[in-house]
């Protein structure tokens, strides 16, 4: 049992708490009505705006992602609206089901669990819509499921090209905070994230992110109700009106610390380093995946993967194999492959995931790998050598002299 | 300054957080798959079940209080049910308000701010609807505002008397783990409580009980979405559908610990200790108020008040005065007044309300009130005298030798 | 059952720990070569030697009191000097038995368990001593047992009329952080207090100060150990030497947020907020004194009293019996009687200590003063009326409008 | 700057305390007197015998190592007592220098910094004493500073060889719950160690086991104070003199949790853990090193290395070079070189120590590992292959399928 020192949590979501977010969240409870939490809410508001590149508005919610799925979809829609739901992976399948669910018409446009949105497939879907009945085209940024990165700019670029009047909507629960976003540089009207990735805070926050554009356009949304209404949430006359109640009192100094710590680390470095520790992830797997058809990362072009997380192959039952190996064995707790093959499939113990998400750096990254390579000796998975001198030497490019 | 120890927060919710809750919190991110996490949430539900004293279903959300009402409210209702409100203070007409704007017809029966539900004309408006219209009757248990306990199997009874189908829906917000509640045996179908009052965890999570026979009733709901949806956060056969998606981990933790406690000290000794603190608060109050008509309970009727929570009149603007002096020179924050005069009105500040809910001893309470009457002599406040002899006699006769 | 909220500890130390320092001191381990731990000691020396009104050295000990008290002597003392020592309760005569322990002839003068040190017998002890053979005076500021306060500036001066040379050296351990004390103006030139009690920190930090001219004098004390050595740890070259070995580093941390505070606040409120409890605690004792000779305080002249615990007569058994009744009923824990009786001497009983010593507020001690009132009605205690009403008086007219 | 994640801290000294420890010493300060404080102490006693393998006294002390020293040679000796100190490490002489200074004449045996105890030196120094003059023989188990393991009884066996009647006093600090260590059957008369490495809480507490040999040859040692007193400590007839006045309330509660978690993993689990954590970082070095004679392991024979630190050189300034970037650019601390050369000596950059000690698992190991070679790699450090590949292999080795 080489297990019995911290466990880490390598899965994708929630992530590792910094100790400064735990700290800021063990505290007596504050009045709700006056005194340091509206005071210190006060200041979330810009460092939100600035960590999405956007001068939009910002509503937070006590929600989960789905909860700020369901807040994104109340507000932009009405009953019988059409939206376009484009899907890279388990979880834009997710936002589809959820947003179908409350009475949207949405056509899903898949492209699979290995590749980004196809543009020209998705032109031509907006091309067939000649009267702009779509609403929203709805897209994840990084589908925590397959590790897909979509190019956000792209596909707005695309809108532009067609001239479709429809609200792109963006999740980024799964990227906020580890992948470069522009929310405004790249036209996205409506933008979600949550509290537990890369924010660093114990699930149970939710956040919309939308624009005057959005608000205008949704002003008659009629699947609104007052627990999912942005408006009060972004603009509120009294405290309690920015949670449609009591508000989050823990949670909301957690998140004040996890802010402080990306500003001071500053947004370019944290996706910088969300980057470098990808690619020696990814260095990892090239090299144990040489030969040995099994292992493998699931998208093959390293411009389509995701910062945070790596969805991986490494033959069924060698991924289950290997993620009891780490935890009973080594401390460390990987991500389950998500939507690939179903649990009672044996093909299901193929897929694994590796998360790199947060509060995580060189340190946490390259043990992760070479526990892994240490379980992947002990089960006899056969895998090819040099992966982890090659994951040193990313990070130590990355890092420099 | 005599403020500086240990601030002590007397508003009503949140309340103060049990060592043991925050230190249940402070924890490093869990697996939501498998192990400790899940299960220790299959040890939650019993306790949630005992605690409200019903065999019935239970769904947690990572919510407030008013996600908790919408959360009732969807899977209620659909759009264009009708449902009578019965009001005795803010949160009456707030959960009139949400289910409105939610598309239900909802209407209010409003008893005022300092009185229960008045039976005969509940009665009267139930046999009004001849056509059994009314889908449910939605009631505060006690209102948080005015501190009014209604008599929840009363009203069953009514229903019963009448013969009157609609489904009974509670709000226990204020009164849970602080009031005694018999769900199953008064007659409810659907209550709705919260984490930050008598439950001792910080706000973040909302509870939805509902029995089989709402269930049923409830099947064809429109209103329901998939975060509200309670039928699989009741009966998941996957973790994540308990949460409809990230479980809300270190509140749960927490959760654990408040029931721990509560299932320690025993629900009728948690019962018994709030009334005899809330009888001490009292006995403070009327001896204040001997004399001084501006001074006074806002219920009348002992019967008639919550157990948590103190609603009171000190004459304006002595009440707000009372409240800075107290925050300033004693470390205690009050509640201000809620929902009995508007803000910018002068009568605003002549209401206050002393909370009394949760995690709270002889030592808290009474330190409150002595702590009132200091600021009564330094601020010049006319007030009747043995007060604190009072609340030390409910004390000492609650107590024992 | 009364006392299931937050227990109150109300004995006199270890205080109540602030949430400040508490969270100051949950932490990673730091570096103890490099970074943020040593450069924080740095700024510790200088609130230190603020708090004790003084320019002199200060060593931190990892130790208790009583190894601060080791540390003074190793410091003060060869084998076979001599040593005066003013007692006034249990800790003087505590001091005396180590210093005498260590090998050193110590005199004791005894003045009682109720009464300070008389000048005028101690000014003859001086005198008696024409050879001043006496290295040093030992007396206790505020013992912690008796809660007797000695005016040191008084002291000091009874020994610049006689002209004796001694070095006086003070305990603090009671007081330090409650009772004013300016160490320079009233000529002390040793001076010990320890973590636990005013200065808010978990027991494990032992303190000395000491002047030039103790430095000097106790050059060649041959009973200084490596340990306890005040040299090094005053005057560290390297960062170990502060602590002969590896530095206390989370209670460091604590001690860095206590002084803090202690700055924040400002040194005289500090001690006018202790004195104003004081009185508040006296002010109900007298009351319930009054007709009843069983109840009261030990030291009769309130000038004579220490601001951070206070001693007291309630009759036996009646103090054990209601210290035991606040314990299980109330969730507050007063002091014990100690060194006034045996354990087994039916008069032990009789005792009581209430701390307000440190974090504490007007809320903590009025709530103290209300259980204990409400205990005595529980009990049957017979006590004079008012007590209650007179310390919200205190407290009225301390704080002010 | 990959470093932003959790640091990692691989100095020897204080180790990574875990969470539990740290939740368990966040806490309000509890009653000295009675209840769960003394009630839980009962329940160390048996638990600190068990880990040093002894039905021996023990004694804890509010003290750091170099506390434990001094507490160890007050017991032991009376001035002017002769002694024969065993160093094979700085802190070999540490504790000759410490006991010297008490006033104890101790012979030194120096066997450098690299080298166990050669036997049969200490066999002729043993003999050499023909007239018993030597009270004890003080060694370190294992040094801190040089990581050199000795043979205790090896060192026991000589003596009984010899027929000395000295005492055998161990140094555990660096090697208690890292390295075996079985007290009695080794035939130890006197062990100290410390909280901050295998015992994983932080600084702050000492201890001393000792027989009854020891107790009754001790009796009359006359450098005994009453704070290094171990009587009374170990064997209390009132709570407060187990800790010569206050207990180390905190530390007690992070010493009780840190006492479960090697209770739970069980002792010899513990020990089978660092051992396999330490071959993994000599294979490391082992490899580094090969074909680059800057590169090695201080102590030649795996034999003679302790388990929970490991002493290296890396070529000067390389060591500091790697130590800076490693804090910098990685998130991990090493150990600097202690004892090897003087801070402004140029060599003293060669050395740098990485701690395994306590709570430390494969994926914390491996970590320092890989970031190590990342910043060789960086810092164009000449470093052999296959350095990563053979500690990962040593922990598959040591984990099993």
Redesign the interface.
């Known amino acids: 049992?080489?297990?019995?020192?911290?466990?880490?949590?390598a899965?994708p979501?929630?992530?590792?708490?910094?100790?400064r977010v735990?700290?800021a969240?063990?505290?007596?409870?504050?009045?709700?009505?006056a005194g340091a939490l509206p005071e210190m809410v006060e200041t979330l508001w810009p460092d939100l705006r600035a960590l999405a590149g956007t001068v939009a508005h910002v509503a937070i919610y006590?929600?989960?992602?789905?909860?700020a799925w369901?807040a994104a979809n109340?507000n932009l829609f009405s009953r019988g609206d059409r939206a376009l739901v484009l899907a890279t992976g388990r979880f834009g399948h997710g936002w589809c089901?959820?947003v179908q669910?409350?009475g949207v018409q949405a056509d899903l446009l898949d492209f699979g669990k290995a590749a980004p949105v196809d543009l020209a497939r998705f032109e031509s879907a907006l091309r067939a819509d000649a009267g702009h009945k779509l609403k929203a085209v709805l897209v994840t940024h990084v589908d925590t499921a397959s590790s897909v990165k979509n190019d956000i700019a792209a596909i707005r670029a695309v809108m532009d090209t067609v001239g479709h009047p429809a609200l792109l909507a963006v999740d980024c629960i799964a990227s906020m905070g580890c992948d470069a976003f522009h929310m405004d540089a790249w036209g996205v009207d409506v933008m979600v994230a949550?509290s537990?990735k890369g924010l660093m805070v114990?699930?149970?926050l939710g956040f919309v992110w939308f624009s005057d554009k959005a608000l205008l356009a949704c002003a008659n949304s009629d699947l609104r109700?007052?627990?999912w209404d942005w408006r009060p949430r972004a603009n509120a006359t009294e405290f309690w009106q920015y949670?449609?109640?009591?508000?989050?009192?823990?949670?909301l100094f957690g998140l004040r610390e996890s802010l402080n710590?990306i500003a001071e680390?500053g947004r370019a470095?944290?996706w910088a380093?969300h980057a470098?520790?990808a690619r020696s992830v990814w260095a990892a797997f090239d090299a144990w995946g040489a030969g040995n058809p099994d292992i493998a990362l699931n998208v093959a072009d390293p411009a389509h993967r995701g910062h945070s997380v790596t969805a991986a192959r490494l033959g069924a039952p060698h991924a289950t194999r290997l993620r009891g190996?780490l935890e009973e064995?080594?401390?460390?707790?990987l991500g389950?492959g998500l939507g690939m093959a179903a649990p009672d499939d044996p093909a299901y113990h193929g897929f694994l995931r590796v998360a790199h998400m947060?509060?995580?750096?060189?340190?946490?990254t390259?043990?992760?790998?070479?526990?892994m390579?240490?379980?992947?000796?002990?089960?006899?998975i056969p895998h090819g050598?040099g992966a982890?001198?090659a994951?040193?030497?990313v990070?130590?490019?990355?890092?420099?002299?």
């Open positions: 049992m080489l297990a019995n020192g911290r466990p880490y949590l899965i979501g929630p992530s590792t708490m910094p100790d735990l700290a969240m063990h505290r007596a409870a504050p009045n709700i009505y006590i929600a989960n992602g789905h909860g369901e109340a089901e959820s669910a409350m949550a537990q114990p699930p149970g109700t007052p627990y949670w449609a109640g009591t508000a989050p009192t823990h949670h710590m680390e470095a944290v380093r470098a520790l190996w064995k080594a401390g460390v707790t389950i947060g509060h995580v750096n060189a340190h946490m390259l043990g992760v790998l070479a526990t390579q240490a379980g992947m000796v002990a089960l006899g050598p982890l001198d994951a040193a030497r990070v130590a490019e990355a890092a420099g002299a």
